[in-house]
């Protein structure tokens, strides 16, 4: 193959690589990629003839995932930034227990502080000590040493479970032990969603409020003649229709907060809908009572 060749295969396939980026970066079902690559092609752009399938698509994803995590470690650990490990505990499809460790810190040691996925890692107990192990495990494997975790680790971040941040033999505990430096702290997001929480104990009006909205989550999800109309009704007055929704009963308040929120901007053909389906009630009502009355 001369260079000419060579050029011509590099540029096909950084093509198809940056479509893949495109993909991950506007979080796009793995199932576009051929789809983008299709339209390309009806564009007269040339991607060769290769690497087109969604299967394709998960492993460019993969690599140029890693390679960016390795360079952000890379600067993280040359500029010795003062990091921040995060850790939530979770449970994975087949149901083992799974830790997903973040790093928040500032890249170059001058640009806000980005938080990124560090790894997932497998759990076989829910011990603070087995935990504590499978974190320090996880830096040590991607570069970090334990001297230099003595002097740029500042802070360990997770829910208030006591097996996370119980003040004898939490998580947070037994590396404050190893590291007397670091700073332990509460979530802000799990803080946030345990005030909800009580709050909704102690306010009885809130029941009704929740009852509406999974009555229309209920309407609209398990009815596809219920969305078909209320998407017409959405076109019919200009209105971008957003997916209705539970309330409370899901993890996080901001998913409570779009669900108001997408409810709120589809009022209007939300009023529609009821109208017009309210109008075929009664219609259908004195049809029957005219047939009955015949």
């Not at 907060?257 to 017009?276: D, G, I, K, M, N």
Request: hydrophobic residues 40%.
């Amino acid at each position: 193959m001369n260079a000419s060749s060579q050029e011509s295969v590099f540029e096909s396939t950084a093509k198809v690589f940056m479509t893949a980026y495109y993909v991950a970066k506007n979080n796009k079902p793995f199932t576009d990629f051929e789809s983008l690559i299709d339209l390309q092609h009806a564009n007269s752009a040339d991607l060769g003839r290769v690497l087109h399938s969604k299967t394709v698509c998960v492993d460019i994803i993969e690599h140029v995932s890693s390679q960016m995590k390795k360079e952000l470690l890379k600067k993280i650990i040359e500029t010795k930034s003062k990091i921040t490990v995060l850790a939530d505990e979770s449970t994975s499809v087949g149901h083992k227990s799974t830790l997903i460790v973040f790093l928040k810190a500032s890249v170059d040691g001058d640009m806000e502080p980005i938080a990124f996925p560090l790894d997932l890692v497998e759990l076989d107990s829910m011990s603070a000590a087995h935990i504590k192990e499978q974190i320090m495990g996880c830096l040590l494997k991607n570069g970090f040493t334990v001297e230099l975790l003595r002097e740029i680790l500042i802070g360990f971040c997770s829910d208030g479970a006591s097996v996370m941040l119980g003040v004898k033999s939490g998580v947070g505990k037994l590396l404050q032990d190893d590291f007397p430096g670091i700073i332990l702290w509460h979530c802000l997001n799990h803080r946030l969603e345990l005030a909800v929480d009580q709050a909704l104990d102690v306010t009885g009006g809130t029941k009704d409020f929740q009852a509406f909205m999974d009555s229309l989550y209920s309407l609209y999800s398990q009815s596809p003649k219920n969305m078909r109309q209320l998407s017409e009704c959405a076109h019919n007055l200009d209105i971008a229709l957003r997916r209705i929704g539970k309330v409370f009963s899901v993890g996080w308040v901001a998913s409570s907060w779009r669900a108001v929120s997408a409810v709120w901007q589809s009022y209007p053909a939300l009023a529609q809908h009821f109208r017009e389906a309210s109008e075929d009630d009664t219609r259908d009502s004195r049809e029957r009572a005219k047939f009955k009355g015949t």
